[in-house]
């Protein structure tokens, strides 16, 4: 099985900060990486498939980049409704298996 | 546009069968090229990859729950559905119901709600 891993697992930052989540993978898989947000109580959402290709209705501020086994998702500038968890996903190989998630606070 | 709802009981005893069904709205289940799964998430924890099922019946699952999960799917409902045999606590969890486009490098594009379901007797 594919190994995920996050780094961080939390980060504090404040509206209008430039934050990169960074996803490594335990053997290359492609470009077969795809980013989620979660906020509480709520299923997560699509931001990221592909490694680079922003989601329908996504704002462009997410942005991601990366293949083979490392990955990063930027988003240029923090807004008050990005505070919430995300998570990195293979879709490489099956289980399809995601990060331990990289909860993002206010500062 | 499609959506995804989840639906089952919220209680399940230990040792007994966890069965949850997911019904597709908007769009029929058999078009276009996607596979269906089922992921879950403790709470408080992270999201775990419980399997997927294309429409014509084949079938992925994780192996760490691979001798207990069974993930059918019925055409003429635009249902599919899950069954977890011989749960514990530890299967206690919000379960959410997914579609995967293979066009967008199978990705999680849409999910529903989720549902808990609490393992206890």
């Known amino acids: 099985d594919i190994q995920m891993t996050q780094s961080p697992s939390s980060l504090s930052a404040s509206v209008g900060d430039r934050v990169t989540i960074t996803c490594r993978a335990s053997?290359?898989?492609?470009?077969?990486l795809n980013w989620y947000q979660q906020k509480p109580g709520k299923a997560p959402k699509l931001l990221i498939y592909?490694?680079?290709s922003l989601q329908s209705g996504v704002p462009s501020r997410f942005s991601g980049s990366g293949s083979g086994t490392d990955f990063t998702l930027t988003i240029s500038s923090l807004q008050p409704e990005d505070f919430a968890t995300y998570y990195c996903?293979?879709?490489?190989?099956?289980?399809?298996?995601f990060g331990q998630g990289t909860k993002l606070e206010i500062k | 546009q499609v959506q995804l709802q989840e639906s089952g009981p919220g209680l399940v005893k230990p040792s007994q069968t966890l069965s949850l069904t997911c019904t597709v709205s908007?769009?029929?289940?058999?078009?276009?090229?996607?596979?269906w799964s089922w992921i879950r998430q403790p709470a408080g924890k992270g999201l775990e990859w419980i399997g997927r099922?294309?429409?014509?019946?084949?079938?992925n699952y994780n192996p760490s729950l691979k001798s207990r999960v069974t993930i059918s799917v019925d055409t003429s409902k635009n249902q599919f559905s899950l069954k977890l045999s011989s749960v514990t606590a530890a299967d206690t969890a919000v379960y959410y119901c997914?579609?995967?486009?293979?066009?967008?490098?199978?990705?999680?594009?849409?999910w529903g709600q989720g549902t808990m379901v609490t393992v206890s007797s």
């Open positions: 997914a579609r995967v486009d293979t066009a967008m490098g199978d990705a999680f594009d849409i």
């Open positions: 908007g769009g029929s289940i058999s078009s276009g090229s996607y596979y």
């Open positions: 099922i294309y429409t014509s019946g084949s079938t």
């Open positions: 053997q290359s898989i492609s470009s077969y």
């Open positions: 592909a490694a680079s």
């Open positions: 996903q293979q879709s490489y190989s099956t289980p399809h298996s």
